[in-house]
Each structure stands twice: as structure tokens, then as C-alpha cells.
């Protein structure tokens, strides 16, 4: 019985909320500007627009094959021509309790602006904490990283109503920091604002 106990307790120690992939401003799943190394899964899509200083994002990825992330993110800015970019992502390793996902990936495959390989790891932690860090060229200027902290909803707001399921995000995307907080308003859809290179951020994201 004390072995099962304390391997009970190790199990609830070491699980987190279960990840459920959202778009980055840029495209591939992941953080505000930086990528994760969850990919989608086989039958899933994600939809997701990103309203910026003087412009704004629209992304679109699915899953092509086992493991492979297939997307497109176009930008348009106030006075500039749109630019589009298409990003592949491949989960190498799969993220297990003990050891972190790793994936690679690379982000404006034709070079419409800047292409932009990386790879990066992903790994849950105890009490809601994810931790993310990779290396790229391009945008990514070497090194990445981020962190996310999932707030459960409370359960002991009036009436029937819970405060929304909410990850706070901090990350460095090679050049600045930026923040964040993503809201789970139903299963799928998630709400997303903060502050992006200086500048503030607001968006929509479906994933089914």
C-alpha cells in the first residue's frame, strides 16, 4: 500500500494540465513568438488570427502525416505589400512524463521574408509549469525559450460560471521578451493577449 501510495503521489506531482496545441503569431503551434515542440495531431487543424500594430496575422496548419505540421501564416501591414509564409514542424521525440519532446522545424520555407530553422524541446513540470528552449538561425538569432504557467478554473466563483482555464507566457524569442496570456474560452477555442516586441496583441485561435 505505501509503494502504491507514493506512486500515486509522484504520478499527480509530475501531471499536467493534457497540452492542447494553439498557433503562434507566426504560425507553428506554439507560444506568442516562439515555437513548441507539440505538433498537431493525425485529424487536427488549427485556425488562428493575430491583430497587431498596424496590421495584422492569419494562420492555418494541420497534420499532414505522422508527426508532421504542415501550415500557412500570411501578414498584412498598414501600406505593405502581404507577405506569406509556409512552416513545417516535425515532432522527432514525443514529450513522456520523464523526458521532453523535441522537434525541428522550419518557418517561411520559400524565403518570402526570412527563413528560419529551429529546433526546439518541450517539457512539462510540476503545478502547471512548461518550460521550452530551443536554438535557430534567421529570426530566431541563436538561442529561445520560454515558460508557461496553467491556471486551473476556480470552481468557487458564484453561480455556475468558472473563471476560464489561463497559461500566462513569458519568452525570449531570440531578440525580446515578450508576455502573454491565453484564455480557454470553450475546448478548442482560446483567446490570447499581451504585449509582443514592445507593442500590444490581441487574438483568436481554434484547434479541434
Known amino acids: 500500500m505505501k509503494k502504491i501510495m507514493i506512486g500515486l503521489t509522484s504520478a499527480l506531482l509530475l501531471t499536467t494540465v493534457p497540452v492542447l496545441a494553439a498557433p503562434s503569431v507566426n504560425g507553428p503551434t506554439g507560444l506568442i513568438n516562439s515555437p513548441t515542440a507539440d505538433v498537431l495531431r493525425s485529424g487536427q487543424f488549427s485556425l488562428g488570427y493575430y491583430n497587431l500594430k498596424n496590421g495584422g496575422v492569419g ?23 502581404s507577405k506569406n509564409y509556409i512552416n513545417a514542424k516535425f515532432a522527432v521525440v514525443p514529450e513522456t512524463i520523464l523526458a521532453p519532446g523535441l522537434a525541428i522545424g522550419v518557418e517561411d520555407i520559400a524565403s518570402s521574408d526570412k527563413r528560419s530553422a529551429y529546433a526546439v524541446a518541450s517539457k512539462a513540470l510540476p503545478f502547471g509549469f512548461r518550460i521550452h528552449a530551443g536554438a535557430g538561425g534567421g529570426r530566431f538569432s541563436g538561442v529561445f525559450a520560454g515558460i508557461e504557467k496553467t491556471i486551473n478554473p476556480l470552481s468557487i466563483i458564484t453561480g455556475n460560471n468558472a473563471f476560464p482555464a489561463t497559461t500566462l507566457i513569458a519568452e525570449y524569442d531570440g531578440k525580446t521578451m515578450n508576455y502573454g496570456a491565453r484564455l480557454s474560452i470553450v475546448p478548442g477555442l482560446k483567446l490570447d493577449a499581451g504585449l509582443r516586441n514592445h507593442d500590444g496583441y490581441i487574438g483568436i485561435s481554434f484547434t479541434n
Do not use: H, I, M
Open 59 to 81: 494562420s492555418f496548419n494541420t497534420n499532414v502525416a505522422p508527426n508532421l505540421e504542415l501550415g500557412v501564416a500570411t501578414f498584412r501591414y498598414d501600406g505593405q505589400n
